[in-house]
């Protein structure tokens, strides 16, 4: 989802010299084969937003998938980036890197002054590395590797499986159902209290593309060596009822909701403070409504294919 939108976005901008392996003629798992790859096609410029994603319930079912691969996808991509003098790579993240209970909104320096929230833990471990690993190298070669932590993302290209999936699309898909068959309710995780905030792909990857367009002394002058990051995010959120009645309103769901909250809530709010990339020149731009609008018209769309 989100590489085919940073895709979109540099193709938009005129970008045309892309390498795009699939996951068939590249396993990011396997070390050798990356190196190989960047040798062999030597990219001056590396998105790094391939990862092992899922929702709140993949997270707690799949924890060592989640930390294995994206720690391993990280490492080689990133040693492989430096053996091969690429100019410049950016790294994804996400807003989970941040401890389960955080003063809000959070700011890039409350990285590492608490505990992670322990539905997602080793998937935020495996993303705080990842930056780790970009400084590190930065400190070490010299290297300017960058770093984009996300909050939570929908839109386009999103995954739909009912339980492995994030709330957005299993709330969507799971209405759109109910309404084809005419049931009454729909069952909600949790309480319905947790607030998430919420960011379109395509506004994720055009601040991708900010950010990595950014003059290396800016990037380096607004970040610190060993605080590089950049949160990427709206900067407002709501609850996730609020989100169901919205996605309910648009996929034409009159029905009951139901709460189970035999569900974890995982933590109850993560909204980022934005003022960083604000400052840097970059703010969000899809409204939320427009972008579930847009995502459901995706889902139609796929449907039908
Ligand atoms: P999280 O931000 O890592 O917790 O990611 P999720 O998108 O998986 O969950 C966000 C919130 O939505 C959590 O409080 C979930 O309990 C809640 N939620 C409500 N219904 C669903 C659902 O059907 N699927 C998912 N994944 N979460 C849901």
């Known amino acids: 989802m989100v590489g085919s939108a940073i895709v979109r976005r540099l193709q938009a901008l005129g970008f045309y010299n892309l390498a795009l392996p699939r996951r068939e003629e590249l396993d990011l798992l396997d070390q050798k084969k990356v190196g190989k790859y960047f040798t062999e096609n030597r990219p001056e410029y590396v998105f790094l937003a391939a990862a092992k994603v899922g929702g709140i319930h993949a997270n707690n079912t799949f924890p060592a998938a989640f930390i294995y ?3 391993v996808i990280e490492t080689n991509v990133v040693h492989a980036a430096h053996e091969t003098a690429v100019k410049q790579l950016l790294f994804l993240g996400s807003s989970c890197i941040y ?4 003063e809000q909104p959070m700011r890039e320096e409350a990285l590492l002054t608490g505990t992670l929230e322990p539905t997602n833990e080793p998937y935020a471990i495996a993303k705080i590395a990842g930056i780790k690993l970009c400084e590190s190298y930065n400190r070490q070669y010299g290297t300017d590797y960058r770093s984009v932590m996300p909050t939570n993302l929908y839109g386009r290209g999103d995954n739909f499986h009912p339980e492995n999936a994030h709330v957005i699309p299993a709330l969507m898909r799971r209405m759109h159902e109910a309404r084809q068959r005419g049931a009454e309710e729909v069952v909600v995780w949790g309480s319905g209290q947790p607030k998430r905030e919420f960011l379109y792909v395509d506004d994720l990857a055009e601040a991708c593309v900010h950010v990595m367009e950014l003059e290396p002394a800016v990037y380096r002058h607004s970040t610190r060596s060993m605080l590089s990051h950049i949160n990427v995010g709206t900067g407002e959120d709501l609850s996730i009822r609020a989100l169901a009645e919205m996605i309910g309103d648009i996929v034409g769901f009159e029905g009951k909701l139901v ?11 993560k909204l980022l403070d934005v003022s960083r990339l604000d400052s840097l020149g970059w703010r969000a731009s899809t409204s939320l409504e427009e972008g579930l609008r847009e995502t459901y018209r995706w889902y139609l769309a796929a449907q039908v294919a």
């Open 99 to 102: 401890p389960g209970v955080a």
């Open 259 to 269: 709460f189970d909250t035999s569900r974890p809530d995982g933590t109850m709010r």
């Open 69 to 71: 691969e994206n720690l």
